[in-house]
């Protein structure tokens, strides 16, 4: 991969004479990805003015050109010393590929497949031929370089004429008289004779094109480039096209007879006859969408390849993020230069519960003094309060009052017998109502406690009842 001002390169895809091709992406904001064909131009000839006033000009023709059948071009520059067009990618084959891979399995190209693609070709350059300037005057395009590398098939079955490098408009044209541009076996005879060429140039080499697609062989091919020279300067067409292929329709061959003829008088005046002489001989060809029918020989044709490139794309876009994410920076010291070491990571310290807050201001057995006391009054507060009102006191239940003497209890130690006139404490003698869990009840006219029972004073006796078989003391209503 190259990155190539906002482009970057992917896979070269072919090497000319004057300039390389390759497959590009252009990487937008958002995820926005956009893959393209990068034509630029070869080094040594970054210098070559000729060459690059060509180049420039193929650029301006192209960007003027919409046609379903023609690569649209969607920009032009110069980064560095290097031109470059970014047009069109067509995910496909050129024709050349094409017919090299029907050779393969020794079969000919289909007629209606080679009548189509004619037929498209012959679109194209229709369009081309008829374009006018700002002005309304006709620019007199001419391809000058219609050959199968030219034609590009996509796996969808669109058609698209690429390659407009040596086209010329008259108003541009600086060609001189006995200069040859083109390939050589696609030549008409006025080209190879270095004469002033126009379209119907261009209908001549799409006749060789037909005639290739049909036979499966070249119509010049000599053992030298001076051989095809004299070849394509003679025209003659042999052998016949229906002498090989036996499945042209009987009306077919005269079509390609005259896009062939030796003088350009003798030929389709323009593209736009051809195209529709060879659309009427597709009608008499097994009907069917032809578009449809060429998507499907492509697929059925390049199977494995197609797959093949699926996956070195998928491949391709994989590195291309990782590249595009970058590795990681590590942090530099503020020398600049410097990398620091890194640490082995320490074990994590076990968190240390933060101590409680203490009163410096108050000594700690101060502190625990302070705290009985307090505990203590909140004892006796409620013993006061629970005797006090005695009419809560026949709610208190039996556990309730066993803490209530502990408590009384502790007090005794800490301060003596509180001074308060309690049930618990007074050893008066009264009498009482005691119910017991059994549901058992007593009528005492005096009690008191001893440890942990109730007791009362008997002419026969002490009687005493464990407190925790005892529900309720009340006072008895006399």
């Given at each position: 991969?190259?990155?190539f001002?906002?482009?970057?390169?992917?896979?070269?895809v072919a090497?000319g004479?004057?300039?390389?091709?390759?497959?590009?992406?252009?990487?937008?904001?958002?995820?926005?990805?956009?893959?393209?064909?990068?034509?630029?131009?070869?080094?040594?000839?970054?210098?070559?003015?000729?060459?690059?006033?060509m180049?420039?000009?193929e650029?301006?023709?192209?960007?003027?050109?919409?046609?379903?059948?023609i690569?649209?071009?969607?920009?032009?520059g110069?980064?560095e010393?290097?031109?470059?067009?970014?047009?069109?990618?067509?995910?496909?084959?050129?024709?050349k590929?094409?017919l090299?891979?029907?050779k393969e399995?020794k079969?000919?190209?289909?007629?209606?497949?080679?009548?189509f693609i004619?037929?498209?070709?012959?679109?194209?350059?229709g369009?081309?031929h008829?374009?006018?300037d700002?002005?309304?005057?006709?620019?007199?395009i001419?391809?000058?370089?219609?050959?199968?590398q030219?034609?590009?098939?996509s796996?969808?079955?669109?058609v698209k004429?690429?390659?407009?490098?040596?086209?010329?408009?008259?108003?541009?044209?600086?060609?001189t008289?006995?200069m040859?541009?083109?390939k050589?076996?696609?030549?008409?005879p006025?080209q190879?004779?270095?004469?002033?060429?126009?379209?119907?140039?261009?209908?001549?080499?799409?006749g060789?094109?037909?005639?290739?697609m049909l036979?499966?062989?070249?119509?010049?091919?000599?053992?030298?480039?001076v051989g095809?020279?004299?070849?394509?300067?003679?025209?003659k067409?042999?052998p016949?096209?229906?002498s090989?292929?036996r499945?042209?329709?009987?009306?077919?061959?005269?079509?390609?007879?005259?896009?062939?003829?030796?003088?350009a008088?003798?030929?389709?005046q323009?593209?736009?006859?051809?195209?529709l002489?060879?659309?009427?001989?597709?009608?008499?060809l097994?009907?069917?969408?032809?578009?449809?029918?060429?998507?499907?020989?492509m697929n059925?044709l390049?199977?494995?390849?197609?797959?093949?490139e699926?996956?070195a794309?998928r491949?391709a876009?994989?590195?291309?993020?990782?590249?595009?994410?970058?590795p990681?920076?590590?942090?530099?010291?503020?020398?600049?230069?410097?990398?620091?070491?890194?640490?082995s990571p320490?074990?994590?310290?076990?968190?240390?519960?933060?101590?409680?807050p203490v009163?410096?201001?108050?000594?700690?057995?101060?502190?625990g003094?302070?705290?009985?006391?307090?505990f203590?009054?909140?004892a006796v507060?409620i013993i006061?309060?629970?005797f006090?009102?005695?009419?809560?006191k026949?709610?208190i239940?039996?556990?309730?009052?066993?803490v209530?003497?502990k408590?009384?209890?502790?007090?005794?130690?800490?301060?003596?017998?509180?001074p308060?006139?309690s049930?618990?404490?007074?050893?008066?003698?009264r009498?009482i109502?005691?119910?017991?869990?059994?549901?058992?009840?007593?009528f005492?006219?005096?009690?008191?406690?001893?440890?942990d029972?109730?007791?009362?004073?008997?002419s026969?006796g002490?009687?005493?009842?464990p407190?925790y078989?005892?529900?309720?003391?009340?006072a008895?209503?006399?």
């Amino acid at each position: 991969m190259e990155k190539f001002g906002q482009y970057i390169l992917l896979k070269k895809v072919a090497t000319g004479g004057m300039a390389e091709l390759f497959k590009a992406k252009k990487i937008g904001i958002e995820g926005f990805e956009q893959v393209l064909a990068v034509k630029r131009i070869l080094p040594h000839l970054s210098s070559d003015e000729e060459f690059i006033n060509m180049f420039i000009s193929e650029a301006k023709l192209i960007g003027n050109l919409t046609h379903k059948n023609i690569a649209q071009i969607y920009d032009f520059g110069k980064i560095e010393q290097s031109y470059f067009i970014a047009m069109e990618y067509v995910r496909g084959k050129d024709l050349k590929a094409i017919l090299g891979k029907v050779k393969e399995k020794k079969k000919l190209l289909p007629v209606s497949i080679a009548l189509f693609i004619a037929k498209e070709v012959a679109a194209a350059l229709g369009y081309a031929h008829k374009q006018k300037d700002s002005a309304g005057h006709d620019l007199n395009i001419t391809h000058r370089d219609i050959s199968p590398q030219n034609i590009l098939i996509s796996y969808e079955g669109e058609v698209k004429v690429v390659d407009f490098g040596i086209a010329k408009a008259s108003a541009h044209s600086k060609t001189t008289t006995g200069m040859l541009k083109g390939k050589l076996s696609y030549m008409s005879p006025e080209q190879a004779w270095g004469k002033s060429v126009d379209h119907r140039s261009d209908i001549f080499s799409l006749g060789i094109v037909l005639y290739e697609m049909l036979t499966g062989r070249k119509l010049f091919q000599g053992d030298s480039e001076v051989g095809a020279l004299e070849l394509v300067r003679k025209a003659k067409v042999e052998p016949l096209p229906s002498s090989i292929n036996r499945d042209m329709p009987s009306n077919l061959e005269a079509k390609v007879l005259k896009a062939l003829a030796r003088e350009a008088s003798e030929r389709y005046q323009n593209a736009s006859d051809m195209e529709l002489d060879l659309w009427g001989a597709a009608f008499k060809l097994p009907s069917g969408d032809p578009a449809l029918a060429l998507k499907q020989y492509m697929n059925d044709l390049f199977k494995s390849e197609i797959e093949s490139e699926r996956m070195a794309e998928r491949l391709a876009s994989l590195k291309l993020g990782k590249e595009l994410a970058g590795p990681k920076e590590e942090p530099i010291s503020p020398i600049g230069l410097i990398r620091p070491i890194k640490e082995s990571p320490e074990k994590p310290k076990k968190k240390e519960k933060p101590p409680k807050p203490v009163r410096a201001s108050m000594p700690r057995a101060a502190r625990g003094g302070c705290s009985c006391i307090f505990f203590l009054a909140l004892a006796v507060s409620i013993i006061a309060g629970v005797f006090m009102f005695p009419s809560y006191k026949d709610k208190i239940p039996p556990y309730a009052l066993d803490v209530i003497a502990k408590i009384k209890n502790i007090y005794q130690k800490q301060f003596g017998n509180p001074p308060d006139n309690s049930v618990i404490q007074d050893e008066s003698p009264r009498d009482i109502a005691i119910t017991l869990k059994s549901g058992r009840k007593l009528f005492w006219s005096n009690y008191f406690e001893e440890g942990d029972s109730y007791c009362t004073q008997k002419s026969e006796g002490k009687l005493c009842i464990p407190k925790y078989d005892v529900v309720s003391i009340k006072a008895a209503k006399k």
